[in-house]
Nanobody, 127 residues
Framework: QVQLVESGGGLVQAGGSLRLSCAASGATFRDYAMAWFRQAPGKEREFVAAISGSGGRIFHADAVKGRFTISRGNARNTVHLQMSSLKPEDTAVYYC????????????????????WGQGTQVTVSS
């Protein structure tokens, strides 16, 4: 049973930075593809960033490109999301997701591609 736990959310002023982390337990055989999604109040969950198991393939949504960076941690199946130049529209619950494959599919931006999800961590950006 794979479980994902996110951490690092909080309240920050516009222009500030936060670093989210996600750790997977029960997934120790290999490095799997992982991703971040977010859901703002009243909106659908949307793709933020994804990274392959090797870390060699990375994608960011246009809305966060140049401001957010996804990376793999040193421990197996950990992933970080460094968020800079935060805007009020970045306010959302951020979810970590894991795909039980090492590679990223061409549909990496679709929720259905991911097998496991965390509970989410709230990020609030004040203006």
């Amino acid at each position: 049973q794979v479980q994902l736990v996110e951490s690092g959310g909080g309240l920050v002023q516009a222009g500030g930075s936060l670093r989210l982390s996600c750790a997977a337990s029960g997934a120790t055989f290999r490095d799997y593809a992982m991703a971040w999604f977010r859901q703002a109040p009243g909106k659908e969950r949307e793709f933020v960033a994804a990274i392959s198991g090797s870390g060699g393939r990375i994608f960011h949504a246009d809305a966060v490109k140049g401001r957010f960076t996804i990376s793999r941690g040193n421990a197996r199946n950990t992933v970080h999301l460094q968020m800079s130049s935060l805007k009020p529209e970045d306010t959302a619950v951020y979810y970590c997701a894991l795909d039980l494959r090492r590679y990223l599919s061409d549909s990496y931006y679709k929720q259905a591609e991911y097998d496991c999800w965390g509970q989410g961590t709230q990020v609030t950006v004040s203006s």
